[in-house]
């Protein structure tokens, strides 16, 4: 159970601790944040609400705790990490628990989240000791002009102390994404966990603790993003931001300092259908891309752009799929749990009402309890309306019937985000073509959009964000490179 067990420490009373310093704390605010179960809509969890003071001792502590570790062998560093996986996954049903009680992430889904945390981890390690054990070495007569005088080393050097801040859809998964190539790298850690998640990242963090990295190099700082927010990504001590969430990354990079972001700030993936593809496969596609977690993925497809020949047809294939989900508890595992908060939900609603107003075919009845909205597919959205353009976030999904495929990628193009999109079709060099004409980050050909496996490149274009991440990218993007040139009096050669 959360809280209890090897976690008992994080918890004082009710009110669950914040990290620094390679200890549990109280905030001397005296004051709580309060995390409210969507599906209850009833207080789950607290967690401390820290001041500002406590994030300048943190960011103290992270600078000087990341001067050592940047002097911590690459083999140790990778040694504590695996540690922290193995604690991690050894700890996965309450971690989940959280997950579940404080996001509604069905129960399933939130043990794969941790489990797939765990792995991510491991692979981070063992592939941090490959690319950062190695360098460059250039020799200066390739360039013309130059003699063989220069020999250049290059390596990869930590960028000092790194921010990470994770949505509430991945508290976990998208935390240790962060933390995991960051550390190591040899930089110290940071972390601002969302409102909804934290508990769960708090229970993450412990696993870290656990393993035995320094003291100060890793803390976990909860409270008002309205009160510690820009302070955090405005402080002069942080030296990289890892942001995934919505468009306040649009104005934490605009209040950024001269550092590398890393932003992933969501998506209106695109789902384009062509006359020949297997519509069935297509179907269960938007069913699993459009629907797991209720939609609240920065990867859902959020919009089907499907030829009108077969539209009618794909259309009864995905209702009949929907009217197979699950709606309910994620303690029961139901396909369809309650969005995150009442905001979130109403914010969909105004998107369906809008749809409505216009003259969309609604395939299912509307529904809505409290936070819980069941599976609705509208159909012939017409450009005029929001939902073609905004991302609902939520089990809501809008089918534009398009005439031509050049339509379909106009109208992907047009949206000011360019996370992901997919296209069905059996015909590999259309495929290919559209796949190149979409301005978006990753093209998945006959495949629901998806950042995974996590060592896969992620990114967004336009207004999806900025900077690659995946295990590699993200330690690369985490890590300045640092280059020394031994300068000979004669040009040398070696001879064989
Ligand atoms: O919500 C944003 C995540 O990066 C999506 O990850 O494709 O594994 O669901 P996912």
Not at 474 to 495: A, D, G, H, Q, R
Request: proline share 5%.
């Amino acid at each position: 159970m959360a809280g209890t067990g090897i976690f008992t420490e994080i918890l004082d009373g009710e009110v669950y601790k914040f990290y620094a310093d390679g200890e549990w704390r109280t905030s001397s605010s005296g004051k709580s944040v309060a995390i409210v179960n969507p599906a209850t809509r009833k207080t789950q969890y607290k967690v401390q609400a820290c001041t500002q003071e406590e994030v300048n001792k943190v960011m103290g502590m992270a600078k000087s705790a990341q001067k050592s570790w940047a002097k911590t062998p690459l083999w140790k560093r990778a040694e504590l990490l695996h540690k922290a996986a193995a604690i991690l996954k050894d700890n996965k049903a309450p971690i989940a628990e959280s997950l579940v009680k404080e996001i509604a992430k069905p129960a399933k889904d939130s043990v794969t989240e941790v489990v797939r945390s765990g792995d991510l981890i491991s692979y981070c390690a063992e592939e941090g000791v490959r690319i950062l054990g190695e360098g460059k070495f250039l020799l200066s007569d390739s360039f013309p002009g130059n003699e063989r005088t220069k020999y250049c080393l290059t390596s990869k050097i930590p960028l000092g102390v790194v921010l990470a801040i994770p949505p509430f859809n991945y508290p976990v998964n998208l935390a240790v994404s962060k933390i995991a190539p960051a550390l190591i790298a040899g930089n110290s850690l940071v972390l601002k966990p969302p409102t909804q998640g934290a508990v769960s990242c708090l229970h993450m963090v412990h696993c870290f603790h656990l393993a035995g990295f320094p003291k100060g190099l890793i803390s976990c700082i909860t409270g008002k993003g309205s009160e510690i927010g820009d302070f955090l990504t405005m402080h002069p001590a942080v030296n990289c931001i890892s942001f995934t969430g919505g468009d306040t990354g649009i104005s934490i990079s605009k209040k950024a300092g001269m550092i590398p972001l890393q932003m992933e700030l969501g998506g209106k993936d695109a789902c384009i259908v062509l006359e020949d593809a297997d519509l069935d496969l297509v179907a269960s596609n938007i069913i699993k891309g459009g629907f797991s977690y209720s939609g609240q993925r920065c990867t859902a497809v959020k919009v089907v752009l499907v030829m009108e020949s077969v539209a009618d047809e794909l259309v009864e294939k995905v209702k009949a799929k929907v009217a197979k989900l699950t709606v309910g508890p994620p303690e029961e595992n139901c396909d369809i749990t309650a969005v995150v908060s009442e905001s979130s939900a109403n914010f969909i609603e105004g998107l369906v009402m809008d749809a409505k107003e216009k003259g969309a075919t609604f395939c299912q009845e509307y529904k809505r309890e409290g936070n819980l909205i069941w599976p609705l597919l509208l159909d012939n959205v017409r450009p005029d309306m929001r939902i073609a353009w905004e991302e609902p976030f939520g089990p809501v999904l809008p089918v534009l019937r398009i005439s031509s495929v050049d339509e379909g990628i106009n109208h992907c193009n047009a949206s000011n985000f360019g996370l992901q999109g997919c296209v069905f079709t059996k015909d590999i060099n259309k495929a290919m073509l559209i796949s190149d004409a979409m301005e978006t980050g990753t093209v998945q050909i006959n495949s629901a959009p998806a950042r995974g496996p996590d060592h896969f490149p992620f990114q967004g274009l336009k207004d999806s964000g900025i900077g690659s991440q995946g295990v590699t990218n993200s330690i690369n993007l985490m890590t300045k490179v640092k280059t020394t040139v031994i300068n000979l009096p004669t040009p040398s050669y070696s001879m064989g």
